[in-house]
């Protein structure tokens, strides 16, 4: 569900924080195709939890089970594309 730009961005950020790994058009593909199902809001989250967690850029494997790991799902595609806001939130 995330928007190719949206993705691109999101993945900017890992490469920018590990820039000793030098990331291929392909490989950049592969992501997107293998991440694409994932809503932005959440990959977002995915990707900051993977940064403060690992010392390495991380495998399209393990940003899936970060995913997993914070919304209890394996389908993604039955989640909101906008993170809910709570009301506690709203004041």
Not at 2 to 30: G, M, P
Not at 77 to 86: I, Q, V, Y
Request: cysteine-free.
């Amino acid at each position: 569900m995330a928007a190719r730009l949206e993705f691109l961005k999101i993945l900017k950020t890992l490469t920018d924080a590990y820039s000793s790994q030098r990331v291929e058009a392909d490989t950049l593909q592969v992501y997107l195709d293998n991440l694409k199902d994932i809503p932005a809001w959440l990959l977002e989250l995915v990707v900051a939890r993977h940064l403060r967690t690992s010392a390495w850029f991380p495998k399209v494997s393990e940003l899936r089970e970060i995913a997993e790991q914070m919304t209890g799902a394996r389908d993604f595609s039955g989640l909101d594309p906008l993170p809910r806001m709570s009301s506690s939130s709203n004041r």
